[in-house]
C-alpha cells in the first residue's frame, strides 16, 4: 500500500508539473518536484520502500521526457542513494539542513543531467543561459524546498493516520463475522 | 349629602363647558408642556432612531442577500463570458488550423498537446493522438504559424513530439529568397541556428527560412523561421545565422500531425 500512496503521489507531482506548472512561464525553470520526493524519501524511509519508488518514477519521467532514456532513472537512483547516505551523518529531524539539502538535490540533479547529455550527445552546445537555468533552479529550490518537503511529510502522515483508522475499522467489522465462523 | 354632590356636578358641569371652549392653553398647562416635550421629542426621536436601526439592519440584511446574489449573478456572468471569449479564440484557432489543413497536401490529423517536457532542459510536448490514430515515429508536426516539430515516439494514445528549438532538433532548410541552404538546428533560448550556411550567400535579417523537403521528414516550403541575426566572422567557410521561430512554443495548444508527409515530400521533389 505505502509504494501505491508514494507512487501516486509521485505520478500526481509529474502531472501537476508537466501540464498546470507549464501554463505559467513564472515557473518555466522550476526544478523537478518528483526528484524532490525521491529526495524526501531517502531521507524519511528505507532503502526498500524507496528504490522501487525511484527506479518507477525514473521509468515514468524518461518515457515522458525528451531527453535519452534512463537518464532520470540514473538520477532518481543516485539522489536517492545519497541521501541515504546524507541521513547516516545528520539528523533528519535538522530542518535548517533542508535548504541546503534541497540545493544540492537540485545541483546534483542537474550536473547528472548535463553531464550524461554530454556523455551520450557529444554534438550539443552548452550555452551560459544553462547557468542562469540552474541558478533560478537553485532559488526556487532554496525558498520552496524545505516547505515542500515538508508538505509530502505533513501529506504522508495525514494518509497514514487515515488508512490505519480505515484498516482499524475494517478490522473491527471482519472480528464478528470471524467469531460467528 | 345628596345636594352637596349634585352640587359638585353641576359645577363641574358648567367649568367644564367654560373651559371645554377655550383652544389656547395657557400657564401651567403650557409650563407642563415645556416640561414635558423636550422628553417626548427625545423619547419620540430615540424612538424613530431605533425603528430606523431596526428597519435599517433588516433593509441591511435584504441588500446583503441582494447584494450576494448580484455578485454570484456576475460571476457567472463573468464566466460565461469569458467562456464565450474562450470559445471564440478556441474557434479562431480550430479555423485557422482548418483552413490551413485545406491548404496541405496531404493527409493531416488534428492533436490536442497534453503534457510538456517536465524538465527545463528537454524540449519535447505529449500530444493526445498515438498509433491508434495513425501517428508514427517521425512523422511532422505542424502549426499554421510553420514547423512545430518530429514525432519522436508514438504509443496506442499519445505520442511524444520533439520540438524545432530543442537542441537535438535538425531540420534541412532553404533561405526563402536567396534558396541558400542549411541546417536549422535547435538552440538553448528558444531560438534555432541556421549553421552550415556558406559566407558566399546573401542572408539578411528579417529572412524566411523555410523547409527544403531534403531530409524526407518535412514537406518542402514549410516556414520555420524569421533571421533574427547574422554574423559573419572574418574566418571560416559558413556564417552564423540565428533564426527565431514563427511558432510560438509557449502557448502550443493544437497541432496538425501530417501523416503521409514522405508522399508529399516525393510529389514536391518530383
Redesign the interface.
Known amino acids: 500500500m505505502i509504494y501505491c500512496f508514494h507512487i501516486f503521489a509521485c505520478l500526481c507531482l509529474?502531472?501537476f508539473?508537466?501540464?498546470v506548472l507549464?501554463c505559467f512561464?513564472l515557473f518555466?525553470?522550476?526544478y523537478?518536484l518528483?526528484a524532490l520526493y525521491i529526495v524526501y524519501m531517502g531521507l524519511f524511509f528505507s532503502v526498500r520502500e524507496g528504490i522501487p519508488v525511484a527506479l518507477i518514477i525514473g521509468l515514468v519521467?524518461d518515457s515522458?521526457?525528451?531527453?535519452p532514456f534512463g537518464v532520470y532513472l540514473t538520477t532518481y537512483f543516485w539522489l536517492f542513494i545519497g541521501a541515504r547516505q546524507l541521513i547516516k551523518f545528520f539528523r533528519v529531524s535538522n530542518y535548517i539542513l533542508l535548504p541546503f539539502v534541497v540545493t544540492a538535490a537540485v545541483l546534483i540533479e542537474a550536473v547528472i543531467?548535463?553531464g550524461t547529455?554530454a556523455m551520450l550527445?557529444p554534438g550539443?552546445?552548452?550555452?551560459s543561459?544553462?547557468i542562469n537555468?540552474v541558478a533560478i533552479?537553485v532559488v526556487w529550490a532554496i525558498c520552496t524546498g524545505p516547505f515542500i518537503i515538508q508538505f509530502y511529510n505533513f501529506t504522508y502522515k495525514r494518509w497514514n493516520k487515515l488508512f490505519n483508522k480505515l484498516v482499524a475499522v475494517f478490522s473491527h467489522k471482519q472480528l464478528p463475522e470471524i467469531n460467528r465462523q | 349629602m345628596i345636594i352637596g354632590v349634585i352640587v359638585l356636578i353641576a359645577v363641574n358641569l358648567i367649568a367644564l363647558s367654560i373651559t371645554g371652549r377655550r383652544y389656547h392653553s395657557r400657564g401651567p398647562g403650557q409650563i407642563a408642556i415645556s416640561l414635558i416635550t423636550p422628553f417626548q421629542k427625545i423619547t419620540t426621536s430615540s424612538i424613530s432612531f431605533m425603528r430606523n436601526v431596526w428597519n435599517h439592519y433588516f433593509c441591511l440584511i435584504a441588500v446583503k442577500q441582494e447584494n450576494d446574489k448580484l455578485k454570484k449573478a456576475l460571476s457567472r456572468a463573468i464566466e460565461k463570458n469569458n467562456r464565450f471569449n474562450e470559445t471564440e479564440i478556441f474557434n479562431l484557432r480550430l479555423r485557422n488550423l482548418l483552413n490551413f489543413q485545406k491548404n496541405m497536401a496531404g493527409q493531416t490529423l488534428v492533436a490536442e498537446v497534453i503534457g510538456n517536457d517536465p524538465s527545463p532542459w528537454f524540449k519535447t510536448i505529449i500530444i493526445d493522438k498515438g498509433k491508434t490514430d495513425g501517428v508514427e515515429k517521425g512523422l511532422p508536426v505542424l502549426v499554421p504559424e510553420g514547423i512545430a516539430g518530429q514525432v519522436i515516439d508514438a504509443s496506442p494514445h499519445s505520442s511524444k513530439v520533439l520540438l524545432v528549438i530543442d537542441q537535438i532538433s535538425a531540420i534541412d532548410a532553404l533561405v526563402q529568397r536567396t534558396r541558400a541552404r542549411g541546417i536549422v538546428k535547435g538552440g538553448s533560448t528558444g531560438q534555432c541556428f541556421f549553421t552550415y550556411a556558406l559566407r558566399k550567400h546573401d542572408i539578411m535579417v528579417g529572412d524566411t527560412i523555410v523547409s527544403s523537403g531534403l531530409d524526407t521528414v518535412f514537406p518542402k516550403g514549410l516556414r520555420i523561421g524569421k533571421v533574427s541575426e547574422v554574423i559573419k566572422h572574418n574566418f571560416g567557410i559558413f556564417q552564423e545565422v540565428i533564426v527565431t521561430p514563427y511558432v510560438d512554443f509557449e502557448k502550443l495548444e493544437e497541432v496538425l500531425v501530417v501523416l503521409n508527409a514522405k508522399l508529399i515530400s516525393d510529389i514536391s521533389d518530383k
Open positions: 509529474i502531472i508539473q508537466t501540464t507549464s512561464s518555466n525553470t522550476f523537478d518528483s519521467m515522458l521526457s525528451g531527453g543531467l548535463l547529455l550527445e550539443r552546445q552548452f550555452s543561459s544553462i537555468t533552479q
